[in-house]
């Protein structure tokens, strides 16, 4: 059985409620609240970044439900702050330690980084202690917090990270269009679940199987409820 069940709704009128579906539960997992807030400011984010690189776009009318809009907008722009930052640690983490991972598994060849085998203490402490501006000594912490946390949406963030790399040249804000882009956010959870079962055969880490990750179910239908981003459900 899986760790837990994230359903996404697949909505062609409001394709950034399924993006913000999706990117909720990759940013907080376990947190309920946090999650619920973050998808409803999250779109907020996404609009007015497209507005500010599309005049054409910005300029014609967009339908969003009014809850979107009838949160505290002070608080919004924390909400989306902490909440993006997240997003991008655990697309980073997962970059950086489950796809390597993933071409020495199913290459049975070792993998080097920066000249050194691809153990986890060795990408912490090279790239990623650097890349967060933490000091070595901060390892473990980076293991248990950081890492932790990522693990159970590991192949998603991994799923994600190849998305946005590969529109990194065509898009000028490339996680701002994912709102935008049922097809895209399709491919993206298509991805997820081929990474989900691949993982099974990483034996470098434990608990980034599909037993120890959240497994993403897309769903076609309208607009997603008010508040979708409750889960996900617990096996």
Known sequence: MP????????????????????LSVIAYPADKLRRDEFFLASPIWAMAQKASYESTWAKQPYRIKPLFLSQDLSRVGKINKVGFKLVMERVICANQILLPALREAHTSKKVFVDG?????????????LPLFEMGVGSWTTFKDR???????VAPAAAALSLSLIERMGSSKNPLADLFF???????????????????????????????????????????????????????
């Open 181 to 235: 882009s049922l097809d895209q956010l399709k491919h993206i959870l298509d991805t997820t679940k081929q990474l989900r079962l691949m993982s099974d055969a990483i034996t470098r880490y434990k608990k980034v199987g599909k037993r120890s990750t959240i497994r993403f179910v897309a769903l076609e239908g309208n607009r997603p409820e008010a508040n979708p981003a409750s889960g996900p459900d617990r096996a």
């Open 146 to 152: 950081n890492w932790g946390q990522t693990m159970p």
């Open 116 to 128: 050194m085998e691809a153990k986890l203490e060795n990408i912490i402490v090279n790239r990623l």
């Open 3 to 22: 760790l837990a069940t994230a359903k996404i709704i697949l909505s062609a009128d409001a394709p950034h409620e399924s993006c913000a579906q999706f």
